[in-house]
């Protein structure tokens, strides 16, 4: 596992969207770099991209590799979403 996030957003019909990050920022960049973009209608939209970038030592990121999926849900399904090197579980819980 490289991240484990947990927050609480006021959901609704526009998608909201949350910048996650992991690890120390250099030059503008996180080892672990994100957006969650959440709506909710009937069911909740999900829209999810983030990298996982190799930096080197002074800061440049020399390799990334993408996940960027979407998925539409129900509220408190657990939700598995990946690209095949990367993956995502996602679960909206109403408040």
Same mark, same amino acid.
């Given at each position: @596992?490289? @991240?484990?996030?947990?927050?609480?957003?006021?959901? *609704?019909?526009?998608? *909201?969207?949350?910048?996650?990050?992991? *690890? +120390? &920022?250099?030059? =503008?960049?996180?080892?672990? &770099?994100?957006?969650?973009? #959440?709506? @909710?209608?009937?069911?909740? +939209?999900? *829209?999810?991209?983030?990298?996982? !970038?190799?930096? +080197?030592?002074? =800061?440049? $990121?020399?390799?990334?590799?993408?996940?960027?999926?979407?998925?539409?849900?129900? !509220?408190? &399904? #657990?939700?598995? #979403? +990946? !690209?095949? !090197?990367?993956?995502?579980?996602?679960? $909206?819980?109403?408040?």
């Amino acid at each position: @596992m490289l @991240m484990q996030r947990a927050w609480q957003q006021s959901i *609704g019909t526009e998608p *909201g969207k949350v910048a996650v990050t992991s *690890g +120390d &920022e250099r030059l =503008g960049h996180f080892p672990i &770099e994100g957006t969650v973009s #959440l709506a @909710m209608a009937r069911f909740t +939209d999900i *829209g999810a991209q983030f990298w996982v !970038n190799q930096l +080197d030592p002074h =800061g440049v $990121v020399i390799s990334s590799e993408r996940l960027k999926q979407t998925a539409r849900v129900k !509220n408190g &399904e #657990l939700t598995y #979403l +990946d !690209n095949g !090197n990367l993956a995502l579980l996602i679960k $909206v819980s109403p408040l």
